[in-house]
């Protein structure tokens, strides 16, 4: 397995700057890998595409307006950070412009009531900072700060990406980007899957800048994923489960679901079952894999040469993936966090 394995062209111009109306209005591709089939339909038409018993595992995590924009203290000159998770007293954040920032460097926030002061400078690049001023940071967050939308969306946030890039099940803050899958699903979408006898159980994994963090090795395998935080409740378990042993298949929404349920595994009499708990997880999945727990995904279509491409390659092969692809280009979908959507069985 090469990096170049996972490489494909795609015209500038089916990368989406912006979401489709109504959420469920978007493409759906059907990979059916019993069948090595493809069909297209609208994600409106996925209950059709379920069967009783089978298991919808949602990622409930929340993006938080993360990133702030300042100016250096002393000098003026603009600067931008990326909160991406905390750490006791201090934020690890992604500063730009990264160059001299150095321990000691502050920053000020106009209109705000809040300074910033970088501690220390990590190996990676990234800086931990410590926050001070009069209101809380969560306050001054969602008064400026902007919604942190992935790069190949070359454009500002506008008011409506607050809940535009959300799903609308999102309930704990804690990511930097949209598990963005889930974007595609409304309430009534969401009753009408379970109508269709479909139980829909939420997980965790708040969701960081590594999810775009590009493959440098030629081979993926010596690749490091970022860890994530995650939690799986006993609740979540015991309908995964259940599901499992009732010959229900476990349908994951989004591939950050997919590193949650794989990396919560146990073996007991001979199988393996999801196991509760929270913690940290850098599990890189690539071909070739056997999952344990998830049968099927729901994802959108994703980067040459990312994790997220190499991970559902894994599930549906890559020949099979890669020729999606190309189907996907012709037939003229849109890509990406804006985009269309997949569904494999």
Same mark, same amino acid.
């Given at each position: ?47 059709? @595409?379920?069967? !009783? #018993?089978?298991? *919808? ?5 929340? +993006?938080? $307006?993360?990133?702030?924009?300042? /100016? &250096? ?33 502050? @920053?000020?926030? !106009? #209109?705000?009531? *809040? ?5 220390? +400078?990590? $190996?990676?690049?990234?800086?931990? /900072? &410590? ?215």
């Amino acid at each position: 397995m090469k990096l170049s394995d996972f490489d494909y062209d795609l015209p500038e111009d089916l990368i989406a700057q912006f979401a489709v109306e109504p959420r469920d209005s978007s493409r759906l591709m059907v990979l059916d890998r019993g069948e090595a089939s493809i069909r297209h339909a609208h994600f409106r038409d996925l209950p059709g @595409f379920l069967r !009783p #018993g089978d298991c *919808l595992v949602v990622n409930e995590t929340r +993006v938080f $307006p993360a990133r702030l924009k300042g /100016v &250096r203290k002393g000098t003026g000159g603009a600067i931008e950070l990326l909160l991406v998770r905390q750490d006791g007293d201090l934020w690890e954040v992604m500063a730009r412009p990264g160059r001299r920032m150095r321990p000691g460097v502050e @920053f000020i926030f !106009p #209109g705000e009531d *809040l300074t910033a002061v970088v501690e220390e +400078v990590l $190996p990676s690049g990234r800086r931990m /900072v &410590r926050f001070s001023g009069g209101a809380p940071l969560d306050e001054v967050l969602e008064r400026c700060g902007h919604v942190p939308l992935p790069p190949y969306i070359k454009r500002d946030d506008v008011p409506e990406d607050r809940e535009r890039y959300q799903a609308v099940y999102a309930k704990t803050s804690g990511a930097v980007a949209a598990p963005t899958a889930g974007l595609h699903f409304t309430p009534e979408l969401l009753a009408a899957v379970r109508e269709k006898g479909v139980t829909v159980t939420p997980v965790l994994l708040h969701v960081g800048p590594g999810t775009f963090k590009p493959v440098e090795v030629d081979d993926p395998a010596q690749h490091q994923m970022d860890a994530e935080y995650y939690e799986v409740t006993p609740e979540a378990a015991d309908v995964v489960n259940g599901c499992r042993q009732n010959g229900g298949r476990v349908v994951a929404v989004g591939t950050t679901s997919v590193r949650v349920l794989e990396s919560c595994t146990e073996e007991a009499d001979g199988a393996w079952r999801l196991a509760p708990g929270s913690g940290w997880t850098d599990l890189f999945i690539y071909p070739p894999c056997d999952f344990r727990v998830v049968d099927a995904l729901i994802t959108n279509f994703h980067l040459p040469k990312s994790t997220l491409l190499m991970m559902v390659s894994a599930l549906a092969g890559r020949e099979f993936v890669m020729q999606a692809y190309s189907e996907a280009t012709r037939e003229r979908y849109r890509f990406y966090s804006y985009g269309d959507a997949m569904y494999i069985q």
